[in-house]
């Protein structure tokens, strides 16, 4: 099946600066990739997601770039603030089901 | 928020007993996923329903079953609940196939039901 590796597992920034979370995908059928955010105590809601036939996306501050040939894909995270504090998984499917990566940590430092 | 309840949110059981968590939808949605999520393994598919009575297996599937008998109900059962089911459940719905020609993406997540096996 796939596997999906994400990272870093925690990132700290400070207010107003970058963060950028890398995963990495093994199932070259896999053609769809969303980003979900989870706050504390609540479920995982979608924030951005790429399909393969596109290479970047953007939605105000946040983008996705996907690089389909060393499968791996990226979430950009520009301006950052405090309620951006949360945990972030990325995820892949290939039509099938969703496998997810094991999230990263992000902390905004006011 | 999308219209799912989970129940129950917390529940403490001893190792052998039977637990049912319950997933229930307003929306209508066809598709239901169940998933358990463990620190350093993500969220990982347990079952998964594209419609009444039409269930199949995830990639962690073993010591759970589920049912659906309506379209606005998906349980998962624990025959003999273990240590290692510890965990926290989220139920998602979904209007069309995960990651299909034809979905918009939107997999929508109750707000977890967490379960201490002792």
């Known amino acids: ?110 | 928020d999308a219209g799912i309840t989970q129940s129950p949110r917390h529940k403490v059981t001893e190792t052998g007993t039977p637990v049912t968590l319950r997933c229930h939808q307003t929306e209508n949605h066809r598709y239901m996923y169940w998933y358990r999520q463990d620190p350093g393994h993500g969220l990982r598919l347990i079952h998964y329903s594209y419609g009444v009575k039409d269930t199949d297996k995830g990639e962690v599937s073993d010591g759970y079953s589920v049912s659906r008998s309506k379209t606005e109900d998906f349980l998962l059962t624990l025959e003999s609940a273990t240590s290692s089911q510890t965990s926290v459940y989220f139920c998602a719905i979904s209007e069309s196939r995960v990651g299909g020609p034809k979905h918009t993406g939107e997999l929508f997540f109750g707000e977890g039901s967490r379960l201490t096996v002792l």
């Open chain 1, 1 to 110: 099946g796939e596997n999906v590796e994400q990272h870093p597992s925690t990132l700290s920034v400070q207010e107003g600066d970058s963060a950028v979370i890398k995963c990495t995908y093994s199932d070259s059928a896999s053609n769809y990739f969303p980003w979900y955010k989870q706050e504390l105590g609540k479920g995982p809601q979608l924030i951005i997601d790429i399909r393969s036939n596109v290479g970047e996306k953007k939605d105000q501050r946040i983008a996705v770039t996907l690089n389909k040939t060393a499968k791996h894909f990226s979430l950009h995270i520009t301006e950052t603030q405090p309620e951006d504090s949360a945990v972030y998984f990325c995820a892949a499917s290939n039509g099938n089901q969703f496998y997810f990566g094991t999230g990263t940590s992000l902390t905004v430092i006011p």
